[in-house]
């Protein structure tokens, strides 16, 4: 059975990127916090040769919180590629993003998105959001490669 916990963060905003690794951290939810600030790192990290996710699941992030305005390539599509691979398609996605178009919520899930959560604007609120994703995906939350 796999302990170490991950998270791959892919989040372009430095704000966001600072609140959520240190919620993460103070509530000791997650044992690493990969961040991606672009569509392109996160793909280069999770198809990488060097990276060389495969089939070796321990090297999975357990779950990935995945913004959808990134540069280079937008999450949509960055979710797009990841459910397209047999050895990603597996790994939950939650779309963690600001935007409030109901296309991308219903484009989000179409393409496989485990879960679509809206930012709140409030610090507080952000800090306990992050806290409880931290804590059902990678406490609660069973994952099939263990």
């Known amino acids: 059975m796999r302990n170490h916990k991950s998270i791959l963060l892919v989040e372009d905003n430095s704000d966001d990127e600072m609140l959520?690794?240190?919620?993460?951290?103070?509530?000791?939810v997650a044992d690493e916090v990969?961040?991606?600030?672009?569509?392109q790192e996160a793909l280069?990290?999770?198809f990488s040769s060097e990276h060389a996710l495969g089939s070796d699941y321990r090297t999975h992030p357990n779950v990935i919180?995945?913004?959808?305005?990134?540069?280079?390539?937008d999450g949509l599509d960055v979710l797009?590629?990841?459910?397209?691979?047999?050895h990603t398609k597996c790994i939950p996605?939650?779309?963690?993003?600001?935007?409030?178009?109901?296309?991308?919520?219903l484009t989000g899930y179409e393409l496989g998105a485990n879960s679509y959560v809206?930012?709140?604007?409030?610090?507080q609120q952000f800090i306990e959001l992050t806290k409880h994703l931290g804590?059902?995906?990678?406490?609660?939350?069973?994952?099939p490669y263990g």
Do not use: C, M, Q
């Not at 990969?34 to 569509?39: F, Q, T």
């Not at 919180?65 to 390539?73: E, H, R, V, W």
């Not at 797009?80 to 047999?86: A, C, G, L, Y």
């Not at 809206?118 to 610090?123: G, L």
């Open 118 to 123: 809206r930012k709140p604007v409030d610090f």
């Open 80 to 86: 797009r590629e990841i459910r397209r691979h047999k």
């Open 93 to 105: 996605v939650v779309i963690l993003t600001s935007s409030k178009e109901e296309l991308d919520l």
């Open 65 to 73: 919180l995945l913004d959808l305005k990134l540069p280079k390539i």
């Open 44 to 46: 280069d990290y999770l």
């Open 135 to 143: 804590l059902y995906w990678l406490r609660i939350n069973e994952l």
């Open 34 to 39: 990969i961040v991606k600030r672009d569509g």
């Open 20 to 28: 959520t690794v240190r919620a993460l951290k103070k509530n000791s």
